[in-house]
């Protein structure tokens, strides 16, 4: 037993306008933290339709596939755009999600780590935002749920923004529990306490600016660990976004690399004793490139030592 990071090359060639925040380096920055780790490497395949459809409508799909410009940019929304071979990196990234999954509840391996762009959690039913497409993480927990027949699973997701696609999608979903952790007031805008799901198994945490890692770790232990431990997941699947580093650009809620091993050593400690230590993560935000290196081998420092 081992991690499994799926990589997908296509995210080189999702590219963006000069100056965009979700650039190709992000990629090259991600990879630079994996060096050095033992794990076992695949690249991500391509999503079958089917696991798209599970979250997105038919005409979603089709919509996004016939914005695909021939040449330079087509603009989805403000900021989410789409260059020659954004679908196709955006597929890799669902099918290594939906790999990922397939492997750990396989035995294959005990966690995995999914390192592809674009991002997914901002991107809603019907709607593409923040630089995102397609709901990643919430296609990959409907296939643990539909195709390999869970009970239940669990979604954290620690990115500085609020995961409002992920909400969407899951919303009326009642096997998963969806916990976030974002800063606010901050884009989406959504991410509010009173925001609880239709069988009230969201979970938002709001966290003011300049908080630091302090509020961080007191809100995930008094909220967010025991709500997951009650709901007892059979898979812990987590929107591991790094832009709440004090040196993200993006945001502002300091914190530090440290924070992030310590949170993925407690959630990996949650998984240890609810369902054999599985845990799926998978590539979200994270803008300043030093810090996402160093952030992202932090994470998988900790997956890799958890594995074993």
Not at 68 to 82: E, I, K, N
Not at 97 to 111: H, P, T
Not at 159 to 170: A, E, F, R, Y
Not at 254 to 271: F, N, S, V
Request: glycine share 8%; hydrophobic share 45%; aromatic share 6%.
């Amino acid at each position: 037993m081992t991690t499994l990071i799926l990589h997908s090359p296509q995210s080189e060639n999702h590219l963006m306008p000069p100056g965009h925040p979700e650039q190709v380096a992000r990629y090259a920055a991600v990879q630079a933290g994996l060096k050095g780790l033992d794990l076992i490497h695949r690249n991500a395949p391509l999503a079958d339709d089917a696991d798209i459809l599970r979250a997105h409508p038919a005409r979603y799909l089709a919509r996004v596939r016939a914005a695909v410009p021939a040449a330079g940019w087509a603009q989805l929304d403000a900021d989410t755009y789409l260059s020659p071979g954004s679908v196709t990196a955006a597929l890799h990234a669902v099918g290594g999600a939906c790999a990922a999954v397939d492997a750990v509840l396989a035995g294959e391996a005990r966690n995995a780590f999914l390192a592809a762009r674009p991002p997914g959690h901002h991107a809603e039913s019907e709607t593409a935002m923040g630089f995102c497409i397609f709901g990643t993480v919430a296609i990959a927990a409907l296939r643990a749920l539909h195709q390999h027949n869970l009970a239940r699973v669990a979604i954290v997701d620690f990115d500085v923004h609020h995961g409002n696609g992920t909400q969407d999608l899951l919303w009326h979903e009642p096997r998963a529990l969806f916990c976030s952790s974002h800063q606010m007031p901050l884009y989406p805008g959504t991410g509010s306490p009173s925001e609880k799901g239709a069988h009230g198994q969201i979970l938002n945490v709001p966290l003011s600016e300049a908080t630091g890692s302090g509020q961080m770790r007191e809100a995930y232990e008094r909220l967010i660990f025991p709500r997951i431990a009650a709901w007892k997941p059979d898979l812990i699947l987590i929107s591991a976004g790094f832009d709440a580093h004090a040196d993200d650009p993006l945001a502002g809620l300091e914190w530090q690399t440290e924070d992030y091993a310590w949170l993925t050593r407690r959630i990996c400690d949650l998984a240890d004793s609810l369902c054999a230590g599985r845990v799926v993560s998978c590539l979200e935000g994270g803008y300043d490139l030093p810090a996402l290196t160093a952030s992202v081998a932090a994470h998988v420092g900790v997956l890799q030592e958890r594995g074993r």
